[in-house]
Nanobody, 124 residues
Framework: QVRLVESGGGLVQAGSSLRLSCAAS????????MGWFRQAPGKEREFVAG????????HYADPVKGRFTISRDNAKNTVYLQMNSLKPEDTAVYYC?????????????????WGRGTQVTVSS
């Protein structure tokens, strides 16, 4: 069984930085791609960033390119999302997810396991 637990969210001012972490249980973490998604109030959940099983390939949604960085530490079964230059429109619940494939995907259907999310609120 795979369990994902996000942490690191909070309330920050615009322009600040946060680093989200997602700790995964299970011995298959390093085999699969991981992703971060977010859901703002009244909106559908959307892809934010993805990383391949090895960490060698990453992909970002256009709104976060150049500001967010996804990384992983397979020895620690953890994936991270470094968020810089935060904007009020980044306010959302952020979810990490484990894919069922080795390469990143922007599609929710490619992910079989999800965390419960962590709230990020950016004030103007």
């Amino acid at each position: 069984q795979v369990r994902l637990v996000e942490s690191g969210g909070g309330l920050v001012q615009a322009g600040s930085s946060l680093r989200l972490s997602c700790a995964a249980s299970g011995r298959t973490f390093s085999t699969y791609a991981m992703g971060w998604f977010r859901q703002a109030p009244g909106k559908e959940r959307e892809f934010v960033a993805g990383i391949s099983w090895s960490g060698g390939s990453t992909h970002y949604a256009d709104p976060v390119k150049g500001r967010f960085t996804i990384s992983r530490d397979n020895a620690k079964n953890t994936v991270y999302l470094q968020m810089n230059s935060l904007k009020p429109e980044d306010t959302a619940v952020y979810y990490c997810a484990r894919a069922m494939v080795t390469t990143y995907s922007v599609y929710e259907s490619s992910y079989g396991y999800w965390g419960r999310g962590t709230q990020v609120t950016v004030s103007s």
